[in-house]
Nanobody, 121 residues
Framework: QVQLVESGGGLVQAGGSLTLSCAAS?????????VDWYRQTVGKPRETIAR???????SVSDAVKGRFTISMNNAKDTVSIKMNNLQPDDTGLYSC??????????????WGQGTQVTVSS
């Protein structure tokens, strides 16, 4: 079993920045294959905003391109997303989903609990 914990959300003024983190942990050895960050905003379907693979390949959605950057730490157990020039439309619940391999269960998807980002105008 793998646990994901997101952190870093909060309230920020328009134009400000936040860094969200998604930390994976497990009692057993694990390997993150890839991590996706999603956001759920009011009145809109959940959208994928960024992905990073274990090789370090990254992609971000057009909605956040040029403002958000995704990265993984050297231990390859935490993925962060640096969000610059935040706007009120970025307000929402941000969640990470990780595809993780463990010796006992193979590769599975795991979700964090989400972290709220609120951008005031």
């Amino acid at each position: 079993q793998v646990q994901l914990v997101e952190s870093g959300g909060g309230l920020v003024q328009a134009g400000g920045s936040l860094t969200l983190s998604c930390a994976a942990s497990s009692r057993s050895r694990f390997i993150i294959n890839y991590v996706d960050w999603y956001r759920q905003t009011v009145g809109k379907p959940r959208e994928t905003i960024a992905r990073i693979t274990s090789r370090g390949d990254t992609s971000v959605s057009d909605a956040v391109k040029g403002r958000f950057t995704i990265s993984m730490n050297n231990a390859k157990d935490t993925v962060s997303i640096k969000m610059n020039n935040l706007q009120p439309d970025d307000t929402g619940l941000y969640s990470c989903n990780a595809n993780v391999w463990t010796p006992a269960d193979g590769s599975n998807d795991y979700w964090g609990q989400g972290t709220q980002v609120t951008v005031s105008s």
